[in-house]
């Protein structure tokens, strides 16, 4: 599939510009160590959670790697790479590139194509055989070295659906506005999530594509628990996941700003630039 998200900087300026407030750097949080996978978890097609398959998800020299080379045949072995906690109201950004070329047995469709998963479901709850989790996918792409436009920073939409213009979206991927971007080039991709009011996709700091209200429903997610499907249910909260379905790629610099938490101005943790008010965060 397809598919997702993300921006990143190499130099974070003294305040990063949010609307009319201001975030400070200290307030984006790594997400990634650049050491290892802590605070991960693996969920791949044909097997149970937990199991990191071919060592498909890998650290070196400071980055997340995906890598096929212990695979074989890819057998649609579909997978991904989810951090622990679960999100509603944020800004994700990073950098990611693609290499190498495209696992024997992937779909032609999966060429120079991967992404990140937002609001999915818990991978916990992903029987062995489902292949897709149900989410929305911020999908990356690469140019295929034809001349012809093939942007990223699309959406893509696993047991999904979203509104875009006004009207519920009929198609599984919508393409962004952004430019091409060939494999082997670094590419700053951010996702920006409201909840399921707004969700924006940004590329080289630039807004790619809007759309609002994600629920459950539609297609392509297979083989899921009955007992988690819930058609037409707001999804305002869930998992973000790095992809993995056939092409090798890399992500680097990854890192989130909560825009949930405290509202209060009487509160040692106000923070003007927040989104979503949790009173129980408030410290006093």
């Not at 999966?110 to 992404?115: E, F, P, Q, Y």
């Not at 009929?170 to 091409?180: D, I, K, M, Q, Y």
């Not at 890399?250 to 101005?265: A, M, N, S, T």
Request: net charge neutral; glycine share 10%; with cysteine.
């Amino acid at each position: 599939m397809w598919r997702i998200l993300l921006w990143s900087i190499s130099l974070i300026p003294a305040f990063y510009s949010y609307g009319t407030a201001q975030i400070p750097p200290k307030d984006w949080v790594k997400l990634f160590n650049g050491k290892n996978l802590e605070g991960w978890n693996v969920k791949i097609h044909h097997h149970d959670y937990g199991v990191n398959f071919g060592n498909t998800f890998r650290v070196k020299g400071r980055k997340i790697v995906v890598a096929y080379d212990q695979y074989g045949d890819f057998n649609n072995q579909f997978g991904h790479l989810y951090y622990h906690k679960p999100y509603s109201h944020y800004r994700i950004k990073l950098e990611y590139r693609f290499r190498g070329s495209l696992q024997p047995g992937a779909p032609d469709y999966t060429l120079l194509n991967s992404g990140v998963m937002f609001h999915s479901q818990d991978p916990a709850t992903m029987p062995r055989e489902q292949d897709w989790p149900i989410s929305v996918e911020m999908q990356f792409l690469a140019g295929l070295g034809d001349g012809k436009p093939r942007p990223t920073g699309n959406m893509c939409s696993p047991g999904t659906d979203i509104v875009y213009q006004g009207k519920k979206y009929p198609g599984h991927c919508l393409n962004s506005s952004s430019e091409t971007y060939d494999k082997e080039k670094w590419v700053e991709a951010e996702l920006e999530v409201l909840g399921d009011s707004l969700v924006r996709h940004r590329i080289e700091g630039k807004v790619v594509l809007e759309y609002t209200h994600p629920t459950m429903g539609g297609g392509v997610a297979n083989r899921f628990d009955p007992a988690v499907w819930e058609p037409g249910k707001a999804l305002t909260s869930g998992f973000i996941a790095l992809q993995s379905e056939g092409q090798p790629i890399e992500f680097r610099k990854i890192q989130l700003v909560d825009l949930k938490g405290c509202k209060d101005p009487g509160a040692k943790n106000f923070r003007s630039y927040l989104e979503a008010h949790d009173p129980s965060s408030c410290i006093y």
